[in-house]
């Protein structure tokens, strides 16, 4: 089984910083993309940064300048520094990766995983 776990979520006053962190372990061949997606209360769930394997990251238009994604891929993890946050940015974070795992049978097969979510709380 492959899965994704994520830290570093909490209480934070607006202007502050977090850094969220998300492991992905298990039968990993390789990983694509990674990325963090967000679901605020009453909202749907919308990306934040993602970064494909090898390639420039991208950002929701409302984080640019502010948070920033990055990943070790010798330790498959995916970070997310975020900064100057802001009240309406609390809301459950949710770690995804592309991942192609290794099947007992031996077989490659791809995955889209999502983490358990890890709430943040922007206070104003």
């Known amino acids: 089984q492959v899965q994704l776990v994520e830290s570093g979520g909490g209480l934070v006053q607006a202007g502050g910083s977090l850094r969220l962190s998300c492991a992905a372990s298990?039968?990993?061949?390789?990983?694509?993309?990674m990325g963090w997606y967000r679901q605020a209360p009453g909202k749907q769930r919308e990306m934040v940064a993602v970064?494909?394997?090898?390639?420039?990251?991208n950002y929701a238009d409302s984080v640019k300048g502010r948070f920033t994604i990055s990943r070790d891929n010798a330790k498959n993890t995916v970070y997310l520094q975020m900064n100057s946050l802001k009240p309406e940015e609390t809301a459950i974070y949710y770690c995804?990766?592309?991942?192609?795992?290794?099947?007992?049978?031996?077989?490659?097969?791809?995955?889209?995983?999502w983490g358990q979510g890890t709430l943040v709380t922007v206070s104003s």
């Open positions: 970064i494909p394997s090898g390639d420039k990251a």
């Open positions: 995804n990766a592309e991942i192609i795992a290794t099947m007992t049978s031996g077989l490659n097969r791809y995955l889209e995983v």
């Open positions: 298990g039968s990993i061949f390789s990983i694509d993309t």
